[in-house]
């Protein structure tokens, strides 16, 4: 499995930005999805997650109302919509697959840079 993400950029504070992670494989559909970010200095947190078939989905508490993670199984791609950016989303974000058998995420994409200026 391997996860391509896409979609980062640098942004003024209350722009938007959508990210993009693309997965090679039969059997996206069967993997939750979860992206997770790295500030500078920090260690990575988790921000999102969505469910095999997208009907659950759950955020961490500082992006809940501003950030929407989607998924296209068709396509084999999961989003990240980000609306509302503050300076404090400037991070490293990266999307993740794991079985869902399991609780740790097992694949990881290479990450894209998000800068929010202020």
């Known amino acids: 499995v391997q996860l391509q993400a896409s979609g980062g950029g640098l942004v003024q504070a209350g722009g938007s930005l959508r990210l993009s992670c693309e997965v090679s494989g039969r059997t996206f559909s069967s993997y939750p999805m979860g992206w997770f970010r790295q500030l500078p200095g920090k260690e990575r947190e988790f921000v999102a997650e969505?469910?095999?078939?997208?009907?659950?989905?759950y955020y961490t508490d500082s992006v809940k109302g501003r950030f929407t993670i989607a998924r296209d199984n068709a396509k084999n791609t999961v989003y990240l919509q980000m609306d509302r950016l503050k300076p404090e989303d400037t991070a490293v974000y990266y999307c993740?697959?794991?079985?869902?058998?399991?609780?740790?995420?097992?694949?990881w994409g290479q990450g894209t840079l998000v800068t929010v200026s202020s």
């Open positions: 969505i469910s095999e078939s997208g009907d659950s989905t």
């Open positions: 993740a697959a794991r079985p869902s058998t399991t609780t740790g995420y097992r694949y």
